[in-house]
């Protein structure tokens, strides 16, 4: 019994370090008008566009409509995953996303 009440009490912690760390960086556009999306500049200097989510997956179309009310300011995220596109280069899938106070 008190092996199991272990185990439940640690069981958040262990998820939390299984968790992607978070990444920062500023909310900018990419891309020339009529393809202008929504971006990530890094510290580094790169620049990721922001590619949409499949739905329960990360951040769908709708969230990053809402997040774009952040554009110029600093963020955190987690990625997903990234991808590659030939239009946008280097594409990051957002699991999560939070404006930086």
Known sequence: MRRALWLLALT???L????QPWEKGVLVEVGAYPLVKLGIERSDGAVLAIRPAEAGKGLDQAALKRLR???GHEI???A???ADSP???REVI????????
């Open 12 to 14: 958040p912690s262990l």
């Open 16 to 19: 939390a370090m299984a968790a």
């Open 69 to 71: 009310r952040q554009l």
């Open 76 to 78: 955190r995220y987690r």
């Open 80 to 82: 997903a995953g990234y």
């Open 87 to 89: 239009v946008y280069g």
């Open 94 to 101: 957002l699991q999560q996303a939070e404006a930086e106070h």
